[in-house]
T-cell receptor, first 116, second 115 residues
Framework: DTGVSQDPRHKITKRGQNVTFRCDPISEHNRLYWYRQTLGQGPEFLTY????????KSRLLSDRFSAERPKGSFSTLEIQRTEQGDSAMYLCASSLDGSSSGNTIYFGEGSWLTVV | AQSVTQPDIHITVSEGASLELRCNYS??????LFWYVQSPGQGLQLLLKYFSGDTLVQGIKGFEAEFKRSQSSFNLRKPSVHWSDAAEYFC?????????????FGGGTRVLVKP
């Protein structure tokens, strides 16, 4: 059973460029989450999918951010017109609704974004 | 809305000594509580969780945590720390179902282990 996989692990981009991160959840997990973590802080919730439906979005998710999970499996998080304040680690997580441990959320290794 | 406070930003402990990390939460219903550990530049690894039942829960790597409803606390403990326990530890409260589906994290406690 592989864990949550994220790609790329590190990305350096120039301000104003677009970036996309991919997340592959644990196989058969139907819930998928995105969090953002800045240096010295705890992770902050961005958005959540149940299968392919995006059910909740944080106010942190500005209109430059878009997340998709088109077939209810992998997900992408795109940031358009990046700003230096977007520099952070973007964490993906997944869980299995309906299981006895359905509220246990497993995290990936994260994708580091540096905007220069 | 739920919130989590980890009062200690840094803790330094000698190898072999005991460790206790504090966590206080605010949540209107029965909480789901978690402790995660994060090594530098890495993702979060689940140490243990509390959903219901026995208020003393055992986790991986020799960690345990005790849920105290009257104190709104969920403190993490380890009897004897190993050098490999140096990391950042996050406490989180989960809101699931009608309240949404997300974890709210504390600010973390960085643990340094002295030889």
């Amino acid at each position: 059973d592989t864990g949550v996989s994220q790609d790329p692990r590190h990305k350096i981009t120039k301000r104003g460029q677009n970036v996309t991160f991919r997340c592959d959840p644990i196989s058969e997990h139907n819930r998928l989450y995105w969090y953002r973590q800045t240096l010295g802080q705890g992770p902050e919730f961005l958005t959540y999918f149940q299968n392919e439906a995006q059910l909740e979005k944080s106010r942190l998710l500005s209109d430059r951010f878009s997340a998709e999970r088109p077939k209810g499996s992998f997900s992408t998080l795109e940031i358009q017109r990046t700003e230096q304040g977007d520099s952070a680690m973007y964490l993906c997580a997944s869980s299995l609704d309906g299981s006895s441990s359905g509220n246990t959320i497993y995290f990936g290794e994260g994708s580091w974004l540096t905007v220069v | 809305a739920q919130s989590v406070t980890q009062p200690d930003i840094h803790i330094t402990v000698s190898e072999g000594a005991s460790l206790e990390l504090r966590c206080n939460y605010s949540y209107g219903a029965t909480p789901y509580l978690f402790w995660y550990v994060q090594s530098p530049g890495q993702g979060l690894q689940l140490l243990l969780k509390y959903f219901s039942g026995d208020t003393l829960v055992q986790g991986i790597k020799g960690f345990e945590a005790e849920f105290k409803r009257s104190q709104s606390s969920f403190n993490l403990r380890k009897p004897s720390v190993h050098w490999s326990d140096a990391a950042e530890y996050f406490c989180a409260v989960g809101a699931f179902g009608a309240a949404g589906n997300k974890l709210t994290f504390g600010g973390g406690t960085r643990v340094l282990v002295k030889p």
